[in-house]
């Protein structure tokens, strides 16, 4: 009995010792990211709990209302973005390079991009990498049912998922973020 007592005090301890350890790592690797990453990230695995999809849980989804038509919301979106100051950069109709491709005819899908050159440039002088995310695109898609919905990555991971920005670079990036989500809620209610 006193050895099974011994085996399991060494157990516990070695539990503790390895929780603490693992811990430390956790702390040591996260005490730089943004304050508002944790909370970021248990939103993310409730919704790819609930979806079981990694592409639905790292966008935002805005259905548009009944009898708004694509290209209304499409014409909605750039006249909200340059009310804002916001370039609207392209238009890509995919459902066009669709039936060019395969002689079919396909639902409206669309990918708007749009962007603000001055907090471009300051996110590729902080880190390149930020380029793969440049432009701002809003998708435009009619779903097998005919409704029209609105997807943009959720932004909130390039802003407070690792690493917080320097408080500049953080106050502008939330800006383009606020106005995103605002030209998308606008354009789903056919807002001009």
């Known amino acids: 009995m006193r050895i099974l007592k011994s085996i399991l005090t060494f157990i516990g301890l070695v539990t503790i010792v390895a929780g603490l350890a693992l ?16 909370g970021l990230y248990t939103e993310f695995v409730g919704k790819l709990l609930k979806t079981q999809d990694l592409a639905d849980a790292f966008v935002w989804a805005v259905p548009v209302e009944e009898g ?14 340059v009310a804002r ?6 238009d890509s109709p995919f459902y066009k390079q669709v039936k060019a491709v395969t002689g079919q005819d396909f ?16 996110m590729l002088a902080y880190n390149n990498a930020y380029s793969a995310f440049m432009p701002c ?9 005919g409704k029209v919905w609105l997807y943009s990555m959720n932004m909130d991971f ?9 408080p500049d670079l953080k106050r502008e990036a939330i800006k383009v973020r606020s106005i995103m989500r605002e030209i998308m809620e606008g354009a789903a209610t056919g807002e001009f």
């Open 137 to 145: 695109v809003i998708s435009i898609v009619e779903d097998e049912d």
């Open 23 to 38: 811990f430390y790592n956790i702390w040591s690797a996260t005490k730089n990211f943004d304050p508002d990453a944790f």
């Open 158 to 166: 390039l802003i407070h998922g690792a690493k917080e920005l320097p």
């Open 107 to 122: 639902r409206h899908v669309s990918f708007m991009q749009f962007c603000d050159v001055k907090v471009g440039m300051k």
């Open 68 to 81: 708004i038509e694509a290209e209304e919301v499409k014409e909605s979106l750039k006249s909200l973005a």
């Open 85 to 90: 100051n916001f370039l609207f950069v392209n």
